[in-house]
Nanobody, 114 residues
């Protein structure tokens, strides 16, 4: 069974940084494209960043130049380095394996104060 466990969220001031981690199990991680999504209160879940099995990346326009997605196949983990955080980045962040769109972790809360 696919399991995704996100961690690393917290409360940070605007301009600060956080690094999120997502540990995956129950799948062949190295061949799985992975993504980070976020959902703010009252809003739909949105794609933040994605990374293919080969390491190609894609970002939402709102985070380009500030966020970096990466992966460590030896640790079955995908990361999201978030720099220059803004209050509008406040949301619950989730990771997802794109081959298994129905599986989600519990998410990790990121709160950015102004």
């Amino acid at each position: 069974q696919v399991q995704l466990v996100e961690s690393g969220g917290g409360l940070v001031q605007a301009g600060g940084s956080l690094r999120l981690s997502c540990a995956a199990s129950g799948m062949i991680f190295s061949i799985s494209a992975m993504a980070w999504y976020r959902q703010a209160p009252g809003k739909q879940r949105e794609l933040v960043a994605a990374i293919t099995s080969g390491g190609s990346t894609n970002y939402a326009d709102s985070v380009k130049g500030r966020f970096t997605i990466s992966r460590d196949n030896a640790k079955n983990t995908v990361y999201l380095q978030m720099n220059g955080l803004r209050p509008e980045d406040t949301a619950v962040y989730y990771c997802n394996a794109l081959r298994f769109p129905g599986y989600w972790g519990q998410g990790t809360q990121v709160t950015v104060s102004s």
